[in-house]
Structure formats: C-alpha cells, structure tokens
Nanobody
Framework: QVQLVESGGDLVQPGGSLRLSCAPS????????MSWYRQAPGHQREWVASRVSGGATNYADSVKGRFTISLDNAANTVYLQMNNLRPEDTAVYYC???????????????WGQGTQVTVSS
C-alpha cells in the first residue's frame, strides 16, 4: 500500500513563507494529478491547488499569486511553496495524489497524513 509522506508544516509569522513537501513512500510508475487541500478548525476541507502531469496548474482564488505547486520529477516529490502567509491560511494541509503504482495498473487516489501550518504573530 502506497503511503504519502508529508512534511514542512510549522508556526510562522504573517508575511512569512513555508514549503510543504509530499512524496510516495515507494517508487511509483506515474503521478497523474497532484493536489493540496487544507482544513481549518471548524471548517470543511477545501481545495488549494492542483498540478497535472503535463504541468498545468490551478489555484484557489484565496491563494493565487502567493502559493506555487511544483513537482520534482527526479525525487517524485510534490511541493507547495507558500509565500506572504496570512493568519487565515492556518490549517492542516493535506497532499492528494492520483497515481499509477505500476505499468498497466489503475490510477488510484491517495491522501497524506496532513501537516499543520499555523500563521500567527
């Protein structure tokens, strides 16, 4: 069973930056759709950003211009660079990958365990 390993969450002051990372626990054949979601206390999980294998990216309006999703192909690692952080960005951030584990296998969806981002002075 593929697991996703997330890291990078921390406490940061408003205006600061963080970079989250997410990688499968084992080698996989392909990453097809890579996404980040977040869930703040008392709120539903919301979509933040996505990147497809061809490179196209899309962002929620609330983070557009501040967050960047990227992929390191060699390391099979997905990143979320977060700049100019605001208190309202405080949430648990979850990685979501749609991937093929092996050649010929079906695409399956996996979730990371979540990493806490707190923006506060």
């Amino acid at each position: 069973q593929v697991q996703l390993v997330e890291s990078g969450g921390d406490l940061v002051q408003p205006g600061g930056s963080l970079r989250l990372s997410c990688a499968p626990s084992e080698s996989v054949f392909s990453l097809n759709v890579m996404s980040w979601y977040r869930q703040a206390p008392g709120h539903q999980r919301e979509w933040v950003a996505s990147r497809v294998s061809g490179g196209a990216t899309n962002y929620a309006d609330s983070v557009k211009g501040r967050f960047t999703i990227s992929l390191d192909n060699a390391a099979n690692t997905v990143y979320l660079q977060m700049n100019n952080l605001r208190p309202e960005d405080t949430a648990v951030y979850y990685c979501n990958l749609l991937l093929r584990k092996n050649v010929g296998s079906r695409r399956r969806e996996y979730w990371g365990q979540g990493t806490q981002v707190t923006v506060s002075s």
